[in-house]
């Protein structure tokens, strides 16, 4: 039920995971990961979230996700209903799948801010992609070797295309410190353990041995939402699925994800997906 940090199923033989997915409806919680992400949207309508951005998807939408942004996809009422309605390919990878060092070459620079250009969401916008399409398409069934090539392939794409949105605004330096990226790996584990209980500011300032102000600077200027929006976020995204599959009061449900009165609860809720509580059970009760 809380899939907050999700760890990639790789193969043992393969650094680069690139799967289809086909059912009735994208289920993608609310999540994060070390890995860069591409998500190629082939059937499906809806909102998203990727750190601080919000906004609509669409069929043919492509997106670049960087290593740790949280974020999730979710359909709307207007999303069609059918076995296959929602369609997607994936292509999860670490950013060293080439060796450290690699992204140093001068002929691979234009990728390496690419990949750093991800950690704020990329979108593409325009005409369709069809070179990185395809490309995405042979990687589910190449091996080896090839599927190191096909993914540079895609990458230099993304590189040379123009009409790319980037989503957040954020102010991170890039080659950040190992430190830093410890500390939010930290509170993001911290938080995922304790999503639905009450665990203040200090607490866990104390425990990453931070002040208040400090550690809600580096969580804000490293994901692009502020702290308490994020653990919002995940206790929304964990009562979405206790009134999907369950049949408990709401009202049982609010506290149990860890928000202290129904009236917040429900005010979050509007606020994340533009419906109340009981509005959203009763849409996937049909």
């Known amino acids: ?18 799967v289809s997915q086909v059912s009735s409806q994208i289920s993608c919680p609310y999540h994060y990961h070390p890995e860069l992400e591409l998500v190629w949207i082939q059937k499906s309508k809806g909102r998203f979230s ?7 998807f669409q069929e043919g939408d492509l997106f670049f996700i960087g290593s740790n942004v949280p974020h999730v996809f979710y359909n709307t009422e207007d999303h069609p209903f059918g076995k296959e309605a929602a369609q997607t390919i994936v292509i999860q990878f670490s950013e060293n799948f080439i060796g450290d060092k690699a992204w140093q070459a001068p002929e691979l620079i234009g990728i390496a801010k690419t990949l750093q250009l991800a950690k704020k969401g990329l979108q593409f916008k325009g005409k369709n992609p069809l070179p990185i399409f395809k ?6 069934q190449s091996k080896e070797a090839e599927r190191v090539i096909l993914l540079l392939q895609i990458l230099q794409e993304w590189t040379m295309k123009e009409n790319i949105s980037i989503l957040q ?4 330096t890039e080659n950040a410190p190992s430190k830093t990226e410890h500390r939010i790996q930290k509170i993001l584990t911290t938080l995922s353990k304790q999503t639905n209980q009450r665990i203040t500011l200090k607490e866990l300032s104390q425990a990453l041995f ?9 969580f804000r200027q490293k994901m692009g939402i502020s702290l308490i929006d994020y653990v919002n976020t995940q206790r929304i995204a964990l009562s ?16 149990e994800v860890g928000f202290e009165n129904l009236s ?5 809720f509007l606020k994340r997906k533009q419906c109340s509580p009981r509005d959203f059970r009763s849409f996937y009760a049909k």
């Open 1 to 18: 039920m809380r899939l907050l940090y999700e760890k990639i199923p790789y193969r043992i033989s393969e650094s680069i995971r690139a």
């Open 50 to 56: 990727i750190g601080d951005y919000q906004g609509f």
């Open 135 to 140: 490309a995405m398409k042979k990687l589910l």
């Open 169 to 172: 605004n954020l102010s991170e």
């Open 210 to 218: 931070m002040t208040h102000s400090s550690l809600s600077r580096l």
């Open 240 to 255: 979405c699925h206790l009134l999907a599959t369950t049949d408990r009061p709401i009202s049982e449900i609010c506290f």
């Open 264 to 268: 917040n609860f429900n005010r979050q």
